[in-house]
Nanobody
């Protein structure tokens, strides 16, 4: 069993930054792919970014949805079992509940952020609100 708990959401003006954190606990050795997802009111949940757990801190190990590429950065602290999402140049359309999720089945590959069903372990979410 794996538990994930998000934190760090809040309200910010457009152009601002926020850093989300996700604490991973339980059977962390089994986790292979981790990701950040979001769901805006009235919309379906969508993928934001994914990273292979325990391999490096980010960089080429990360993959992003086109809507956040160049603005968001996913990273991890493997020793602390923490996952992060640095969000810069925030836009009102980034307003959503943000979720951290873990997959213990397969490593991330081929735009894994598109395949929400593969992620078995989900947090409760943290709200991000971007105002104009």
């Amino acid at each position: 069993q794996v538990e994930v708990v998000e934190s760090g959401g809040g309200s910010v003006q457009a152009g601002g930054s926020l850093r989300l954190s996700c604490a991973v606990s339980g059977s962390t050795y089994s986790v292979k792919c981790m990701g950040w997802f979001r769901q805006a009111p009235g919309k379906e949940r969508e993928g934001v970014a994914t990273i292979n757990h325990g391999i490096g801190v980010g960089g080429s190990n990360a993959d992003y949805a086109d809507s956040v590429k160049g603005r968001f950065t996913i990273s991890q602290d493997n020793a602390a079992n923490m996952l992060y999402l640095q969000m810069n140049s925030l836009k009102p359309e980034d307003t959503a509940m943000y979720y951290c999720a873990a997959d213990s089945g397969y490593w991330c590959a081929g735009q894994a952020w598109k395949d929400l069903n593969r992620f078995k372990y989900w947090g409760q979410g943290t709200q991000v609100t971007v105002s104009t």
